[in-house]
């Protein structure tokens, strides 16, 4: 069994690790505040929303041409033409 002063030796020795431990820890997170900060001052310098307008604005234009698009098949056109023939029906204002 061991003796008072041995175990009061094996008390300060975890007591020094304890401490040694507790400064790793206390570096650990000034170091991760730091990090942080810079973080935080790169985007907002440089934001990651600007890469997803970029791809928006890539299917929006896209999208757009698609709207616009003249009638690419013969068909198409051939329908468009037999539209156009058609006439509306016109209608009095007294019968609405």
Same mark, same amino acid.
């Given at each position: 069994?061991?003796?008072?002063?041995?175990?009061?030796?094996?008390?300060?020795?975890?007591?020094?690790?304890?401490?040694?431990?507790?400064?790793?820890?206390?570096?650990?997170?000034?170091? #991760?505040? %730091? @990090?942080?900060?810079?973080?935080? /001052?790169?985007?907002?310098?440089? &934001?990651?929303?600007?890469?997803?307008?970029?791809?928006?604005?890539?299917?929006?234009?896209?999208?757009?041409?698609?709207?616009?698009?003249?009638?690419?098949?013969?068909?198409? #056109?051939? %329908? @468009?033409?037999?539209?156009?023939? /058609?006439?509306?029906?016109?209608? &009095?204002?007294?019968?609405?």
């Amino acid at each position: 069994m061991p003796t008072i002063s041995e175990l009061e030796a094996i008390i300060v020795e975890k007591d020094d690790t304890i401490r040694k431990l507790e400064l790793r820890l206390k570096n650990h997170e000034d170091s #991760i505040a %730091e @990090l942080r900060s810079q973080l935080d /001052k790169f985007q907002s310098v440089m &934001p990651f929303a600007t890469a997803a307008a970029a791809v928006n604005k890539r299917a929006r234009k896209e999208r757009a041409q698609g709207i616009s698009a003249e009638p690419q098949s013969l068909r198409t #056109i051939q %329908e @468009l033409s037999l539209a156009s023939q /058609k006439t509306v029906p016109d209608f &009095p204002k007294s019968s609405r």
